[in-house]
């Protein structure tokens, strides 16, 4: 697959602290229209804190972050968002449809869209719980509610899809639909997902982005990408999807491009 | 309660009309804001601003009094400290989440300890319970109109941008990621919060607007699919405890503030634990059938 098409995400020299704790340091990666991105790291080295700024939730301290050669904030449209939402208020009064139709939430505007309904069912029916449509969401397992997120992002056929540890707590079942979802999308769809698994990615992938702390002056994390190579023994049974071994002692810079798209060994 | 009803038709007595409307227009603010103070859980918030209220109030009274000030009525003190503690604790809230409680048990204090002290040294009797515990029956109809209007514009603006309320509520960062301006939101319905618990304090008090502004939604969360309809079970509910409360008052001759506020608690405490009994049911329903 070629990837000389346009860039969706460019993060520019970016460093970012909260307080006096440096999290990134000096981050410098790219993502083109249409390829598929893992980004891995072990927990607390701020990839969570990538994704914010790939949102424009937060701001970088230095250096510049665009979505589709723009500032984050402008190009929310086109982006859809599956974040963690561990903590939520379990006696919160919610159906599964609202949940879903929050995905095509205009920023001030109460005008639903005539077809939302249908939009709704289907998107639902996508990640195969189409039944759950007027369940409450808080009566859902941990794999239905990520489900869920998953229709609510996808609601709005975003260009770009960003999900956050979708697979956390999931089981295999889910997290196999999951990646099934997401194959229909590659290609079309630009996605970064995020991982703490640093060792297995989807046979998705098309480029590994390993964050991870390397003794920066800073004290930050800094990016490399990684290579990958297909495994027989991280079997499609057991963990729900076929996958790629991170190949860690492979390192690249951040922002190599490869015109291939893929950098499996 | 017949006594109750002849005294409402009676037209030398309009004060227990007034009453019975301001328990009525009051409803509408304890079922619709309610309903998002609890799923925002905002409720200590709300109970610091409703408190803060005696200061602004006892302030007033006492420079008025002192004529250190025209003469101006001390709901227009409590306005100024009910916005004023609610925009402190927004802003704490929003960028330093951890001083947060410190910051609302400060406000809560402070607000009330100006209240006794200004209110100790005015000139003349002032009697600080009838804010704490509310007179319904010296409402004004000054005091209707403005309900009026308020219950008009909380339920217009609740149903303009209710997406964004609720999407604001139930999942802030995703909201935000959608463009929602998730910031004026909130300090939107903390402005609101803030001059309703003004105007509904002079229907329970400053002690037990809290209440009203939770019981009658919590009692809804127990059934309610959704947040518009915890919103209007909420209402209904309040009217319910709000007039049962007036009535009950006015047979026992007791406050009815806090007879409103017995009624809700006792019905949600109900309403709780008919939950934990069918959750109870439930679970050994299960349990039997996993062990045939």
Redesign the interface.
Known sequence: MEHNHATALRFQNVSFSYGQTAVLDNINFHIHEGEFIALVGPNGTGKSTILKLA?G?ESPHSGSVLVYGKQP?SM??R?G?V?Q?TQ??R?????VS??V???L????S?K?NIKQQDRISDALQDVAVGDLADR?YTDLSGGQRRRVLVA?ALISHPSFLILDEPTANMDSESESLLFSVLGTLKGKTTILIVTHDTEFVSSLTDRVLCLGKRGSCAGGATIVQHLTEPVDYAHATLTGQEKLKVLHDVQIPGDACNQEGTLHE | MSDFFSTLANPAMPFLRNALVAALLSSVLFGVIGAIVTVRRIATLAGAVSHAVLGGIGLVLYLSATKAIPAIPPIIGAFVFALLAAMIIGVVSKRAKQREDTVINAIWAIGMSIGVLTMAKTPGYVDPSSYLFGNILLISTTDLIFLAVLDVIVVALAWRFYPQIEASAFDEEYAKVRGVRVNLVYFVILGIVAIAVVLLQTFVGIVMVIAMLTLPAGTAGYTARNLVGMMVLGWFYASIFSVGGLVAGWTFDVPAGAMVVIIAGMVFLAFALAGMIKKHFKRSVKNKEDIA
């Not at chain 1, 939430?105 to 001030?108: F, K, V």
């Open positions: 949102l939730l904030q929310l449209h982006i968002y974040p939402h939520y208020d006696s919160f009064p919610i159906s609202e949940v139709g929050m995905g939430l205009h920023p001030s109460k639903a409450p609510r």
